[in-house]
């Protein structure tokens, strides 16, 4: 019987991600707090730049825009947001979203598949995502169990489980 794998990504959903933003432009047009301080959340090709006359105020908006984006299920280890900074007479936020999973981080998974899992899973990076296998589907799926139990800095999802 041949081996059967899973592939383990970190990846955002755009259509998500748009919805997301889409609440947040809603709400900070809507609340009273954001009358006059010039708040705003918008797409800056494939980052995000969220802005307001004030720096408490652009925190503010990126804690709305937090809450939209986990009650559309996407997890905030997923989004890089930089520090506040003063552009003009506005303060403004820089927001990307983490799609991959970066080398040292790949490794580290690597490594605790390796010394945690049961020891006919094998795992290689394939780029940017990495490739598990083994004869046992048990197995696999208490591979995924371990990975969700583990405190790591990125956002993993579990694809193509054959």
Do not use: C
């Amino acid at each position: 019987m041949a081996d059967s794998s899973f592939d383990i990504v970190s990846k955002v959903d755009n259509m998500e991600a748009q919805n997301a933003v889409g609440q947040a432009q809603k709400e900070l047009a809507q609340r009273y707090d954001f009358k006059g301080v010039g708040a705003s959340v918008e797409w800056s090709g494939e980052k995000l730049l969220l802005k307001a006359n004030a720096e408490e105020r652009v925190k503010a908006v990126l804690e709305v825009l937090e809450q939209k984006l986990i009650k559309r299920g996407i997890t905030l280890r997923s989004i890089d947001a930089g520090d506040p900074y003063a552009s003009g007479k506005e303060y403004r936020i820089d927001v990307s979203f983490k799609n991959g999973i970066a080398s040292d981080d790949a490794k580290k998974i690597s490594k605790i598949i390796r010394d945690e899992a049961p020891k006919s899973v094998k795992s290689q990076i394939q780029g940017d995502e990495l490739r598990v296998q083994s004869k046992s589907r048990d197995d696999l799926q208490s591979t995924m169990a371990l990975l969700k139990g583990k405190d790591l800095d990125v956002a993993l999802q579990f694809v193509n489980f054959r």
